[in-house]
């Protein structure tokens, strides 16, 4: 399956943005599905993830009740909302998916997206 981000911008703290990841080649409804971020200097890391049906998602400590991720099998398309952004918030954004794991951590995932750039200013 091929992963395509967008969505990313460059916006003010306190606003919101909504990324989209779009799979082509498969049908997503077999991947669960997982969005990671890159800030510079640092390394990648989880920000939230959904299972194969919607009905799990995780989520960092640090975009809990600030992001929101979903999916719409019908349009092969998950979504990351993203509100009350914060400059810290600023980085590549990634997604991923795997057939068989909920994707928590960056090893061991079938197939990664190239990412979309988000950069929140203050």
């Given at each position: 399956?091929?992963?395509?981000?967008?969505?990313?911008?460059?916006?003010?703290?306190?606003?919101?943005?909504?990324?989209?990841c779009?799979?082509?080649?498969?049908?997503?409804?077999?991947?669960?599905?997982?969005?990671?971020?890159?800030?510079?200097?640092?390394?990648?890391?989880?920000?939230?993830?959904?299972?194969?049906?919607?009905?799990?998602?995780?989520?960092a400590?640090?975009v809990?009740?600030?992001?929101?991720?979903?999916?719409?099998?019908?349009?092969?398309?998950?979504?990351?909302?993203?509100?009350?952004?914060?400059?810290?918030?600023t980085?590549?954004?990634?997604?991923?998916?795997?057939?068989?794991?909920?994707?928590?951590?960056?090893?061991?995932?079938?197939?990664?997206?190239?990412?979309t750039?988000?950069?929140?200013?203050?």
């Amino acid at each position: 399956v091929q992963l395509q981000a967008s969505g990313g911008g460059l916006v003010q703290a306190g606003d919101s943005l909504r990324l989209s990841c779009a799979a082509s080649g498969r049908t997503l409804s077999t991947y669960a599905v997982g969005w990671f971020r890159q800030a510079p200097g640092k390394e990648r890391e989880f920000v939230a993830a959904i299972g194969w049906s919607g009905g799990m998602t995780r989520y960092a400590d640090s975009v809990k009740g600030r992001f929101t991720i979903s999916r719409d099998n019908a349009k092969n398309t998950v979504y990351l909302q993203m509100d009350t952004l914060k400059p810290e918030d600023t980085a590549i954004y990634y997604c991923a998916a795997d057939q068989m794991i909920i994707p928590i951590t960056t090893e061991n995932i079938d197939y990664w997206g190239k990412g979309t750039q988000v950069t929140v200013s203050s």
